[in-house]
């Protein structure tokens, strides 16, 4: 392959929803807000979360509603039930 026809692998991704200057968050209709009393810490939220707005911490689940666009992927997925959605106020 000639020199001028070779491609970048990969793409590097540093913040959640892939962009410093974007705040996704505000696309949102609902968020999901998590239970950490029914939260078994199983972290499938966060394995699952398209914008890797989700992380597990010792507490439990924390949400970058910066960047989460509410799809709630987190919600379905969730064996508990520890997510519900919430009709976003603005």
């Known amino acids: 392959m000639s020199p001028e026809l070779e491609y970048a692998t990969g793409a590097v991704i540093t913040k959640p929803g892939s962009s410093e200057i974007t705040k996704t968050g505000d696309w949102r209709t609902f968020r999901p807000v998590v239970d950490n009393e ?27 509603y910066d960047y989460c666009k509410g799809c709630l992927i987190c919600m379905n997925e969730c064996p508990k039930g520890a997510i519900e959605k919430v009709k976003e106020e603005k």
């Open 38 to 64: 029914k939260c078994i810490k199983c972290g499938i939220c966060a394995q699952l979360c398209p914008e890797g707005a989700i992380t597990l911490t010792d507490e439990g689940i924390e949400i970058d």
